[in-house]
């Protein structure tokens, strides 16, 4: 495979204000750079970096929280086909200058009031009028999602110029063959997140002032976006999430680490943070600022309690133990595909988190990292086969464009 002078798009959420999404893009971007192919990112929700403005912010919340549904149905979808439209000819641009782009990862085949749906199949539209070749890589798929939604889906998954999917794990493949049938399932690459490699995309990382004291990284999540955005129906209250953060704090105190709190950088994770900091007075915060500040506080810390996906699967990359809360399928489909035990989950519900803050020794975190450390090896070792397959396979299709 030759790959001079190759350029490759990116395209997903890269500059979302959850990092998880940043993980993503520059694991792939790095990945690239190692076969020398150079990249470019390309934000379907039209961002062009992490700044956002107060009042942007303000005008999102109220729409987002509003009382009345039909205001996010009917608006979320507007602005997803006003996106596209707006960026239109930036769009062109990065995407006639690609070779390949490719789609993902995160999880992108999710349907909310049809976000997704229209702006990928916008993004496939483009590739279309541009002669681009596209991949959709590494996403996650919901269990459910609307009628016009599986349709637009399928637009992108059956167009010609779609020449290569993966998803993350078994599960979303089963959503797959679900949802889109059969057929399209066979021809469906299940691969594990990019994220999986962030401890070589970060090697160069700094030492922060941290690392001076050991410390548990204890990742904290506003309960109302868990239990909105969760596909598990369970019962829960802010106040039993309020109570396991302080039993995990006290729990990490005397084992003789700093409790150190810390979000994947979403607004109203930092929000909710800093509304609860006074009740654990014990704990350190620390404010994830840019992308590199969750790298670091996830990579330097003796354990890590997680529950946001990514700050599980950064836990994983460099080898730290961690349990994590099992609040969506897409956590609990991380762990199976990791091959790691089952143990390091607990249930997004009052008795799970209940039964975890009694249960969790931190005594146990030594075993537990050497089952990272092995799972890790072999994980990075397969995804490393099928990124390589995958290479290959659209260089073909790309030769064989241009002799047509």
Known sequence: MTNKDIHYLIAAVPYSDNYGDALIHHSLAW???NYDISS????????????????????????????????????????????????????????????VVLIGGGNLISDVYLNFPLKLYFLSLFCYFSNTDYAVVYVGVAKRMSGLGRWLFKKLFSAKKCRYISVRDAASKANIEQLF???LASKVVVSIDPAVNLNLTYSDLA??????????????????????????????????YLQWLKTTVDKVKAAGLVPVLYTNGAQEDEQYMSHIAAQLADAKVVNTEKVEDLVSVVSQAQCVFATRLHSAISAFSFSVPFTVMSWD???????AAAKLPTSMLFDFSTEGMKQHAEQIQLADMSELKEQVVQARHQVVSAWDVEFRDMLQRLDKYQAESQLS
Do not use: C
């Open 329 to 335: 399928s897409k956590v609990s489909s991380f762990v």
């Open 181 to 183: 049938g059969a057929e």
């Open 207 to 240: 030492s922060s002032e941290l690392s001076s004291t050991p410390y548990a990284a204890i990742n904290i999540v506003n309960p109302t976006v868990l239990m909105v955005n969760s596909d598990h129906d369970v019962n829960f209250s802010e106040q039993s």
């Open 40 to 99: 470019d990112a390309l934000d379907i929700a039209g961002r062009h970096d992490f700044a956002r403005s107060a009042s942007q912010n303000a005008i999102k919340d109220k729409i987002l929280k509003s009382r009345f549904e039909w205001v996010r149905q009917v608006f979320i979808p507007l602005n997803g086909m006003l996106v596209a439209l707006k960026n239109y000819r930036v769009w062109m641009a990065k995407i006639k200058a690609a070779d």
């Open 31 to 33: 990945k690239l750079g």
